[in-house]
């Protein structure tokens, strides 16, 4: 059964650069039907899909956070990457990898989930 | 974006009741392109409808989709108690795709 797992720090100061990993086990990420994707949830609030990322390096992002974001693929480690620049206290909430099923540009749904990351923005 | 609005924001119900909820998009969400999921307290989202009406694999049957256009509704026909818990609705018709705010289903 396929599983992500999220890594990387759970506290970032104002203004540097939030890195995080998802690690896909149990499957590919060489896998041609699939992107993979970044999701964060604020504590308490709703979802917002971040982007998504084929195994060849082709990228969707959400034109909210498109000039402060990048997402990378490193097919030899069967991983993801995410990198949110220049971030604020808005940025402080759980990160959740998946993989993504897009059907219609760059849109699908997500299925299965990594079990999500804590990142707290302050200094 | 297409905003997605569920109602109601909380349900309180017992076990064995039915629960039926509503997703209400800002615009016609193009080929049923719409997912439900279900989130229990400190766990990640988990699918359990798309394409407005297909169910995942796993999920029982107790749960279905339906709808288009606007109007799409999740119902819950028996409650069972691990299924209380907040549920969203997230549109892939257009990007970005766009969740809900989330309906939470309470026991009564």
């Keep these: 059964q396929l599983r992500l797992q999220e890594s990387g720090p759970g506290l970032v100061k104002p203004s540097e650069t939030l890195?995080?990993?998802?690690?896909?086990?149990?499957g590919s990420i060489l896998n041609n039907e699939y992107y993979w994707a970044w999701i964060r949830q604020?504590?308490?609030?709703?979802?917002?899909?971040?982007?998504?990322?084929f195994y060849s390096g082709g990228t969707y992002y959400n034109a909210s956070l498109r000039t402060r974001v990048n997402i990378s693929v490193d097919t030899s480690k069967n991983h993801?990457?995410?990198?949110?620049?220049?971030?604020?206290?808005?940025?402080t909430a759980v990160y959740y990898c998946a993989r993504h099923q897009v059907r219609y540009f760059g849109a699908g749904w997500f299925d299965p989930w990594g079990q999500g990351s804590l990142v707290t923005v302050s200094s | 974006d297409i905003v997605?609005?569920?109602?109601?924001?909380?349900?309180?119900?017992?076990?064995?009741?039915?629960?039926?909820?509503?997703?209400?998009a800002s615009h016609s969400v193009s080929s049923r392109s719409l997912a439900w999921y279900q989130q229990k307290p400190g766990q990640a989202p988990r699918l359990l409808?798309?394409?407005?009406?297909?169910?995942?694999?796993?999920?029982p049957d107790r749960f279905s989709g339906s709808g288009s256009g606007t109007d799409f509704t999740l119902t819950i026909s028996r409650l069972e108690p691990e299924d209380f818990?907040?549920?969203?609705?997230?549109?892939?018709?257009?990007?970005p795709q766009t969740f809900g705010q989330g309906s939470k289903v309470e026991i009564k």
């Design chain 1, 19 to 26: 890195s995080l990993t998802c690690t896909v086990s149990s």
């Design chain 1, 42 to 53: 604020p504590r308490g609030e709703g979802l917002e899909w971040i982007g998504s990322v």
């Design chain 1, 80 to 91: 993801f990457s995410l990198r949110l620049n220049y971030v604020t206290a808005a940025d």
């Design chain 2, 4 to 24: 997605l609005t569920q109602s109601p924001g909380t349900l309180s119900l017992s076990p064995g009741e039915r629960a039926t909820l509503s997703c209400r």
């Design chain 2, 49 to 59: 409808i798309y394409s407005a009406s297909s169910r995942a694999t796993g999920i």
């Design chain 2, 85 to 95: 818990a907040v549920y969203y609705c997230q549109q892939y018709g257009s990007s």
